[in-house]
């Protein structure tokens, strides 16, 4: 089973938060608490945990950062290591989230690959990737990798709005350092869970099914991969996080080509942040 680095920020976004884009009318700086909060969770394949990691986010005097890691755990650690780090940093502006630099590390076996994007105010970016792109896969072009988001961004740009709002009504453009995809949710139903980690989520949840879109940048096998699993649904089962005002992903489902794979949230911890933290 293969954790892909573009899987991994996938997974970011749905152990980050799901709200509703249509009612993030409020510019950020007025609905995005100050707050310091780590997100752990885990990852099953057939019942097996295969991945661990946790989402870490801080809000505070008009900077945001945002930081994903992940890494392989039980029987695959032996036979597949793999990690995957990711780090966000940038100010909140008072129409959007605006992205100061991006950073990816991965490794999978003893393959290595980076990413490094560094953006400027008129919205254009400097790209580094490591290793260079083979001849298979077409660049994206500036004028359209700069209309979207880098993954992490495009999970905090949406995170703070009234919960009084549908969940799950949202498309997020997203630009990985080497593919333009859009990662959109819809609303598949409500759900009630029994057991919940965190005194802080409610028992009464919503379930989004999610589809992702390719747009750009997409080598010939990728295309053949994802036209091979447009039939596998995923759903992604949210909460109400009344502290944060915000949707908080706390189930995952995915129909991979190797079996049913299961995600959920095993710990959450919120503490408020000062100008000496």
């Known amino acids: 089973m293969r954790l892909t680095a573009t899987a991994g920020v996938v997974l970011a976004m749905l152990f980050g938060s799901h709200p509703d884009a249509r009612a993030a009318a409020d510019p950020p700086s ?14 099953y394949w057939l019942g097996l945990p295969v991945f661990k990691g946790s989402v870490t986010g801080r809000a505070l005097d008009g900077r945001y950062s945002l930081a994903f890691q992940t890494e392989a755990t039980g029987i695959l650690r032996v036979i597949r290591r793999s990690r995957i780090n990711a780090l966000a940093e940038g100010r909140i502006e008072p129409a959007r ?9 991965a490794k999978w076996r003893e393959k290595r690959r980076s990413v490094d994007m560094t953006f400027e105010p008129d919205g254009s970016f ?6 260079p792109e083979r001849k298979k896969r077409e660049p994206v072009p500036q004028s359209v990798a700069a209309a979207a988001f880098d993954p992490l961004t495009a999970l905090l740009h949406s995170t703070t709005v009234p919960l009084d709002t549908p ?10 350092g080497r593919r333009r995809f859009d990662v959109r949710l819809e609303p598949a139903g409500k759900d ?9 989520l409610e028992h009464e949840v919503v379930k989004c099914r999610i589809h992702v879109r390719r747009i750009a940048g997409f080598t010939s096998k990728e ?3 994802m036209d091979k699993a447009k039939d596998r649904h995923a ?3 949210v909460s109400k996080l009344r502290r944060l005002k915000m949707w908080m992903p ?6 991979s080509r190797w079996g049913p794979a299961t995600g959920e949230v095993v710990g959450i911890d919120i503490a408020p942040l000062t100008r000496t933290d």
């Open 192 to 200: 009630r869970l029994k057991k919940l980690v965190s005194p802080l």
């Open 223 to 225: 295309i053949k991969n």
């Open 97 to 105: 989230y605006r992205a100061i630099r991006y950073q990816l590390r």
């Open 167 to 176: 969940a799950c009504s949202l498309t997020v453009p997203i630009f990985d």
């Open 126 to 131: 400097q790209l580094a990737v490591s290793p």
């Open 30 to 43: 007025a609905r995005h608490p100050t707050y310091h909060m780590t997100t752990k969770y885990r990852v």
């Open 250 to 255: 706390v189930r995952f489902f995915y129909m």
């Open 235 to 237: 759903v992604v089962w």
